[in-house]
């Protein structure tokens, strides 16, 4: 049986699906200890490179959304108060008026 190791913290398992749930749930990187030693350790480094770029794509994802989430709802306000009958829309024609 392969030991399976939690990078990020000391969890371990023997059974692969206890340990890919715990993995799962947390968000940590892994990594098998058989693979891990024969790897000379360039295995963990990879993991944790692997890890922090997800983790910066997924940061920079979320933010993305955040932003463009607030742009659209500036322009929906925007939009309202142009065709609300005390908006923009309403000055420039009484000063055509004129």
């Not at 098998?32 to 794509?57: F, H, P």
């Amino acid at each position: 049986m392969t030991d399976y190791q939690c990078e990020s913290c000391s969890y371990e398992s023997d059974d692969l699906d206890e340990f890919q749930r715990h993995l799962q749930e947390t968000g940590h990187a892994s990594i098998c200890k058989d693979e891990a030693s024969a790897a000379g350790g360039k295995l963990i480094k990879a993991l944790v490179v692997a890890e922090v770029l997800t983790a910066t794509a997924l940061g920079v994802a979320v933010w993305m959304c955040k932003h463009l989430y607030s742009k659209l709802e500036e322009s929906e306000a925007e939009n309202n108060y142009l065709k609300s009958p005390s908006g923009a829309g309403a000055n420039l024609k009484s000063h055509h008026k004129r």
